[in-house]
């Protein structure tokens, strides 16, 4: 075993921390990286906060992880000494069920092993990316295309697979005409990635402030959602709504902006059941999707496919002793996009 530093949640309501934690030595197939960036997800102050089920701690969150390669397996090939590597939301599942033999590790029968809050196979806790460094298994571990920037780059390991995965899924490209409801974290990187794959995007957001930046990001329209007479306009035109807000909200809005047969996908999670309007959906064949995150495969796509185009998140980096402001901060989505904690300062 080795000692890690980190930062850490004692429990549900104290602060993140400097701590110490242990990491297990690299197995065969297993990769060291020394972390340098790790972007912040809203997904970590839920799980830090116990507000998604209840934590083991002390918790170290972070799944938006990059750095360089510090020691391999004796059976590792795809990476070597000084390579930049990157690490989402999973390291490790059972590799035999069907979900996982599809690709689809995020499914794993037998449970998915994420990156923080979970019992990696050999029975030790996983502990996120606020540490020094981390030991994954090399199938879970993600090439990071050269020329990259890494600040801009951490955040597509959750925001950017999360909005990659469904786009792709149903079917977004020239001419599709794509709705983003809300423009924060996961918003501005559904905005990005839609437009680089040729869709016609409307942003659809409650703030009229976020006009100029949807605009900047690649929307063509924007549509102030909480506007009756504004959204009207909108009404059975879009193919495809990303939806990702993650608090309570009204269904029927962005309903009945979709067309004949369109989909409304979930990416955003309310920790409050959101109520379905049945009309909203029955006459127009309308559908209401899920998704999770992607599997490494397609996690691997969106990262060469961000790179070919120029995709990156928006970040504001910061040290990581400024966390616990900066979670207070999006609370309050006073950030434009995403925070990326420079790890060099732990």
Known sequence: MSEAK?????????????????????????????????????????????????SVYPFVPGHEIIGRVSAVGREVHKFKLGDIAGVGCLVNSCHSCGPCRDGLEQHCEKGPIFTYGSTDVDGTPTYGGYSSHIVVNEDFVLQIPAGMSLERTAPLLCAGITTYSPLKRFGARKGTRVGVLGLGGLGHMAVKIAAAMGAEVTVLSGSRAKEPDAKRLGAGDFVLSSDPAKTARLAGRLDLIIDTVSAPHDLSIPLACLRLGGTLVLVGASPQPLSVPAFGLIPGRRQIAGSLIGGIKETQEMLDFCAKRHVLADTEVIAIQNVNAAYKRLLKGDVRYRFTIDMSTL
């Open 6 to 54: 980190a930062y850490a949640a004692q429990s549900a309501s104290s602060p993140l921390a400097p701590s110490k934690i242990t990491r297990r030595e690299p197995g065969a197939r297993d990769v060291r990286i020394d972390i340098s960036h790790c972007g912040i997800c809203h997904s970590d102050l839920h799980s830090v906060r116990s507000e998604w089920g209840a």
